[in-house]
Every structure is written in C-alpha cells, then in structure tokens.
Antibody, heavy 119, light 110 residues
Framework: QVQLVQSGSELKKPGASVKVSCKASGYTFSSCGMNWVRQAPGQGLEWMGWINTNTGNPTYAQGFTGRFVFSLDTSVSTAYLQISSLKAEDTAVYYC????????????WGQGTLVTVSS | QSALTQPASVSGSPGQSITISCTGT?????????VSWYQHHPGKAPKLMIYEVSNRPSGVSNRFSGSKTGNTASLTISGLQAEDEADYYCSSYTSSSTHVFGTGTKVTVL
C-alpha cells in the first residue's frame, strides 16, 4: 500500500536550517510528482510547490523561492524539503503529498512534520 | 496567486445536506476542470475527497459530490454525519502551472 512517512518534529533557532524528509513506499517513486504543503498555526493549507521525481526539476510557488529547496534521493525513494535562514513565521506543519494522474490530485499525504522556530 | 474564496464555516444537522462554495477566477477554477476537495481533521493528514471537479477516489463515500459553474466550484455533503465534522479545502490548477488552495471551511455538525 502507498505510504508517505515524514521525519519527526523539529525545534530550531532563528537563522538555522532544517531538512524535512518524506519517504515513499508502495509505488514506483519516479512515477508521481511530489508536492509540499504548509499549514501555519491557525491558518489554511498553502501549496509550496512540487518536484518532478523523474527529472528532479522543482517548481516553487510565489513566496517560497530563495530559502526553500526541494530535492530527491531516488535511491531511497525520498523527497526532501530544506528551509534555510529560518524565521519565526516558518513555524508550521509541512506535508508532502503525492501527485496522482490529474493536476491537483494529491491522493496520498505524509503525516506532517511540525517545524517550530523559536529562540 | 490569491487563495480561492470559501465560506469560513458551514453547519448542518445530522442527515441534512450542506454545500461549500469555492470561488476563483478564469485563471484557475473557471479555466480548468482540475478542482479538488480535501477533508482535514486537525492533527491528521488531509484526505482527497473529490478530484477533477466531480470524481470520487475509491473508498470515498458517495455522500460527497462536486460540481462547478463558471468560476465557482462546490462540494455537497449529503446525509451529514458526525464524522464529517472537519475542515474542507478546495484546490485548483492555475494558468501559471501552479496550484492554489482555498481559504478553508469549517464544517460543524449540530
């Protein structure tokens, strides 16, 4: 069965970096793109962008360029989200979500990773 | 890209039907039949309920249905049940080859 398992919660200081992982299983990793979605405390879901797991080409939404990097390690079927120069406003739950056949068809999601940025 | 507009809250009694709207523009909702709906219980992963405007994934109850007219998509939940109480988000593909979520709607079962 398809599963996306994310890394655990992180507590970071402002200015630090964090790398969240999303390990996929139960399907051919390169057959489906991987999206990243953010939910800040008390806020709604926000699409951050996606990475083509076949080519490694990332696409970032407005507001998620510069400090945010999507990457892959296809040898272990894992997608990564790295955030650098962390700010308090980066505190959020970050989800990975598999892109199925149709655009916007995010059919399987990771359990979410809480990243807390606090001094 | 601005978030799609949803009502902040919708409520209904068990057994009733409710409809959640999702309003965008001709550059997203109105321009593509790639509207999806997600159910999100706090603390859990969002769940895909509808894709491509009106298609239900395997395993999703047929009490959930989707439609679209112009720039507004809708999710209808019929035969409302206590377990339907959750946050619901629409999303759409956009002319920029990106995706955008709605503002979210809290569904309360009275």
């Amino acid at each position: 069965q398809v599963q996306l398992v994310q890394s655990g919660s992180e507590l970071k200081k402002p200015g630090a970096s964090v790398k969240v992982s999303c390990k996929a299983s139960g399907y051919t990793f390169s057959s489906c793109g991987m999206n990243w979605v953010r939910q800040a405390p008390g806020q709604g879901l926000e699409w951050m962008g996606w990475i083509n797991t076949n080519t490694g080409n990332p696409t970032y939404a407005q507001g998620f360029t510069g400090r945010f990097v999507f990457s892959l390690d296809t040898s272990v079927s894992t997608a990564y989200l790295q955030i650098s120069s962390l700010k308090a406003e980066d505190t959020a739950v970050y989800y990975c979500a598999r892109q199925a056949a149709a655009p916007g068809e995010f059919d399987f999601w990771g359990q979410g990773t809480l990243v807390t940025v606090s001094s | 890209q601005s978030a799609l507009t949803q009502p902040a809250s919708v409520s209904g009694s068990p057994g009733q039907s409710i409809t959640i709207s999702c309003t965008g523009t001709s550059s997203d909702v109105g321009g593509y039949n790639y509207v999806s709906w997600y159910q999100h219980h706090p603390g859990k992963a969002p769940k895909l309920m509808i894709y491509e405007v009106s298609n239900r994934p395997s395993g999703v109850s047929n009490r959930f249905s989707g439609s679209k007219t112009g720039n507004t998509a809708s999710l209808t939940i019929s035969g409302l049940q206590a377990e339907d109480e959750a946050d619901y988000y629409c999303s759409s593909y956009t002319s920029s080859s990106t995706h955008v979520f709605g503002t979210g709607t809290k569904v309360t079962v009275l």
